[in-house]
């Protein structure tokens, strides 16, 4: 199975300042014939079922706000919030569907400082 | 807008099985992968496995000799059955629709129903 590896566990950030969340994959989820690495980003609030922000690593899902923003290839990646504002407090999830079984990051907990 | 919900026993013996349904709206089941995941505390997200369009199956090598997935397109159903339950099966499990760019990009998803395992 591939392994992902998240960084920090917990986060605590001020209002308006940028977060950055870090996602490290056992094994590359970049697939040389497409370019596209197999790389997804999730946000879940409390009861409530993780929701998608992010595929192919840097593609923002309709409906999220521009103040995220995802990069990285081939095994690290970063999921950045440039000016956190209070509904952002959550936990965040990479993927990888490179390969099955599909698996997730153990998350990150996002709080205001 | 695809809307699922999930349904079944929220309590369930050790050593018994764990069935739950997840009803679709919005999207035909006919067409693209159809996932059942779960979330703990200890584990967190866990994909369980997926059922297509056609209606083949693949399932996480941890569990598959327990797990089957099926579906009813006549009442466009897919669902999940857990064998042999055990308290590590304690979980709030997801029903879950692949997107349109990937079987395993989970761009909808139910709200989740808690199963507990316990005599």
């Known amino acids: 199975d591939i392994v992902m590896t998240q960084s920090p566990d917990s986060l605590a950030v001020s209002l308006g300042e940028r977060a950055t969340i870090n996602c490290r994959s056992s094994?590359?989820?970049?697939?040389?014939?497409?370019?596209?690495?197999?790389l997804a980003w999730y946000q879940q609030k409390p009861g409530q079922p993780p929701r998608l922000l992010f595929y192919?690593?840097?593609i923002r899902e309709s409906g999220v706000p521009d103040r995220f923003s995802g990069s990285g290839s081939g095994t690290d990646f970063t999921l950045t919030i440039s000016s956190l504002q209070a509904e952002d407090v959550a936990v965040y999830y990479c993927?990888?569907?490179?390969?099955?079984?599909?698996?997730f990051g153990r998350g990150t907990n996002l709080e205001i400082k | 807008q695809v809307q699922l919900q999930e349904s079944g026993p929220g309590l369930v013996k050790p050593s018994e099985t764990l069935s739950l349904t997840c009803t679709v709206s919005?999207?035909?089941?006919?067409?693209?992968?159809w996932s059942w995941i779960r979330q703990t505390p200890g584990k967190g997200l866990e994909w369980i496995g997926f059922?297509?369009?056609?209606?083949?199956?693949l399932y996480n090598p941890s569990l598959k000799s327990r797990v089957t997935i099926s579906r009813d397109t006549s009442t466009s159903q897919f669902s999940l059955t857990l064998r042999s339950v055990t308290a590590p099966d304690t979980a709030l499990y997801y029903c879950?629709?692949?997107?349109?760019?990937?079987?395993?990009?989970?761009?909808?998803w139910g709200r989740g129903t808690l199963v507990i395992v316990s005599s």
């Open positions: 059922i297509d369009n056609k209606g083949n199956t």
């Open positions: 993927q990888q569907y490179y390969d099955t079984p599909y698996t």
């Open positions: 919005g999207a035909s089941i006919s067409s693209y992968y």
């Open positions: 094994q590359s989820v970049l697939y040389r014939s497409n370019n596209k690495n197999y």
């Open positions: 879950a629709k692949g997107s349109d760019w990937n079987a395993g990009g989970f761009e909808s």
């Open positions: 192919w690593a840097s």
